[in-house]
């Protein structure tokens, strides 16, 4: 049984952040061994509440958390209109504020003390909010970029938006984020899971009865996954999930090499990814590798959220 994977969360919880937090610590082939909160879904203090809370909710206030960046690299923080995850950012299911707080540092320091110590190439970072705080952890501490496995990004998207007709929400709000860290993170592979694949990672109202009679923390998740606005063809997609279920089980997704450019410029294009596969023998690779994320098993996926929330 190989040892589990030391694993970063940055997150904008967030309904389907709350999905994915929650199978991350159930699952044995990682050790979840810091959380960082960014503006996204909420503001900067509602998603620092929010990360706080879940993990006193799920029995693990041992994870250190740490809040990031209060707005996106260039410009001030937007909150959108009737968010799908609500005003508190879960659907308006109240969590008790539990004793433990976050640390003082900021998000990208945390980060740099646990990859401080951490061999080469050996932590993984999932990142299921705006790339903010990764970007500002790159641009500060490139010297323990080779600390870093992979950086699995839930973002972008090669069809539809979900927040413009263009752009998927997590890169929307920070492109130039985006941009800078779809360019360079020092070595560490890059997977990205987009639209493409998670609308596709629904759960139905019978998986919510299946988590409501599993167990008393299953029945809370069914209770944000039910109050979450984001409802396509009777099944809410669970993006963050799809993205933090490719880093324990990589086998749910399949995935292509790959080229993303980010519109940076004002406009109705900005926040798009343009994403240019690599494998296609007319186009030369035009930038740095990234494997994106083109197919999903669902049924797969839904095996893994309900083997997964446990207790
Ligand atoms: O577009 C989906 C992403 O935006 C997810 O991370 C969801 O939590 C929202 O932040
Ligand atoms: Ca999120």
């Given at each position: 049984m190989p040892r589990p994977r030391p694993l970063i969360?940055?997150?904008?919880?967030?309904i389907d952040d709350a999905l994915a937090i929650a199978m991350a610590l159930a699952s044995s082939e990682v050790r979840v061994v810091g959380l960082t909160s960014v503006a996204g879904?909420?503001?900067?203090?509602v998603t620092t509440a929010n990360a706080v809370a879940l993990l006193a909710a799920f029995d693990r206030s041992d994870v250190p958390v740490a809040a990031g960046a209060a707005h996106p690299l260039a410009g001030t923080y937007e909150r959108v209109k009737d968010s799908p995850h609500g005003d508190n950012g879960l659907g308006g299911i109240e969590l008790e504020a539990p004793g433990l707080q976050r640390r003082s540092m900021h998000a990208m320091d945390l980060i740099a003390d646990i990859l401080r110590d951490a061999e080469p190439r050996s932590v993984d970072i999932?990142?299921?909010?705006?790339?903010?705080?990764?970007?500002?952890?790159?641009a500060k501490h490139p010297d323990?970029?080779?600390r870093i496995a992979h950086i699995t990004v839930m973002g972008g998207g090669t069809g539809p938006g979900n927040i413009t007709d263009h752009a998927e929400f997590n890169i929307w709000h920070d492109p130039e984020a985006a941009a800078l860290v779809f360019a360079d993170t020092g070595g560490a592979e890059i997977v990205v899971v987009g639209l493409d694949v998670t609308r596709r990672a629904t759960l139905d109202a019978d998986d919510l009865e299946c988590l409501r009679r599993k167990s008393p923390?299953?029945?809370?998740?069914a209770r944000m996954i039910n109050a979450y606005g984001d409802l396509h063809e009777g099944g809410w997609p669970m993006h963050d999930?799809?993205?933090l279920a490719s880093i324990v089980h990589p086998?749910?997704?399949?995935?292509r090499p790959a080229s993303i450019e980010v519109v940076t410029a004002a406009g109705k294009h900005r926040g798009q990814t343009l994403v240019q596969f690599t494998d296609e023998a007319r186009s030369p690779s035009s930038g740095r590798q990234i494997q994106f994320a083109t197919d999903v098993d669902v049924p797969l996926f839904r095996d893994l959220v309900h083997t997964k929330v446990t207790c």
């Open positions: 969360i940055d997150t904008d919880p967030g879904n909420s503001p900067l203090d999932a990142a299921l909010g705006p790339l903010t705080n990764i970007a500002m952890f790159l323990l970029a080779d923390r299953g029945a809370l998740l999930a799809l993205a086998p749910v997704i399949s995935t």
